[in-house]
């Protein structure tokens, strides 16, 4: 099953980090937050990737390239035309797509375009800056059981705000940044059926978020997979060291590797 991630906007609010770099280049704990993503679908048995790139597209396609002879040892022999011999080669097994996908073009564009690199009914799908620790396979799973063409991954991220839990005028409690108790959001890691292909445009402007989930709603084919465990996406520095001191405090949810 190809899982393919979305790896192309600008990430303007990392604009210091992302001036020579995509947002998923940006490091957590010393690796990109895409290898993390990777490594956490891979962790579940899905290796297949299709990366739909914009900007900075060279910059992860020579991650890439590289990736084998960066990860460890290796000796060059120059009189053998550059011959390259793995001391202690990557364990991961990962086939990776790289296709450039305009660096204008929204979400939904860039899925339209990797279209034909998908050749199984369903396939995964997600954001290259946000991490979770939900059950993948149970998640497919269940899309599976329904037979509608769209599963989405509702989440209640954590607020940004201290919750008063109030009697008149005391305090019964008070919450330090409380997960949301109400309603769910979009937290990515999606699953489709190629059918999806048909609610996306080869335009530029077609945001996956607008008009193709709405109508897949509204003709009844999206369903979500609640998840309420861990979740964070990277839109913010804060972020990105809320996700560091995971890391480092050794307690990485999505670490399952």
């Not at 992302?18 to 579940?44: D, N």
């Not at 330090?176 to 190629?194: C, D, L, M, S």
């Not at 839109?235 to 949810?253: F, K, S």
């Amino acid at each position: 099953m190809k899982v393919v991630i979305l790896c192309g906007g600008k990430g303007t609010r990392f604009k210091e980090q992302t001036e020579l770099r995509p947002k998923p280049m940006i490091e957590v704990a010393g690796r990109p937050i895409l290898w993390h993503i990777m490594s956490y679908y891979a962790s579940f048995g899905f290796d297949d990737f299709v990366l739909c790139l914009g900007y900075r597209a060279e910059v992860i396609k020579r991650y890439f390239l590289d990736f084998a002879a960066l990860s460890g040892d290796f000796t060059v022999d120059l009189g053998q035309g550059g011959k390259l011999t793995l001391h202690n080669p990557p364990e991961a097994r990962w086939r990776v797509t790289c296709v450039d996908t305009g660096e204008e073009a929204m979400t939904g564009a860039r899925l339209r375009r990797v279209g034909r690199h998908l050749d199984e009914d369903d396939f995964m799908l997600t954001y290259g800056d946000g991490l979770c620790d939900v059950d993948l396979k149970a998640l497919l799973a269940f899309h599976r059981s329904h037979g509608k063409i769209g599963t989405v991954t509702g989440v209640r991220p954590q607020s940004r705000f201290g919750e008063l839990l109030t009697d008149g005028e005391r305090v019964d409690r008070f919450s330090e940044k409380p997960a949301v108790t109400e309603g769910w959001i979009n937290g990515g890691f999606f699953v489709f059926r190629k059918a999806m292909l048909e609610y996306v445009r080869d335009d530029d402007a077609c945001t996956l978020e607008r008009e193709p989930l709405e109508q897949l709603a509204a003709d009844d084919q999206l369903r979500i997979h609640r998840h309420e465990g861990f979740w964070q996406c990277m839109d913010t520095y804060r972020d990105l060291q809320l996700l560091e001191r995971a890391w480092t405090g050794g307690a990485a949810p999505w670490r399952k590797w």
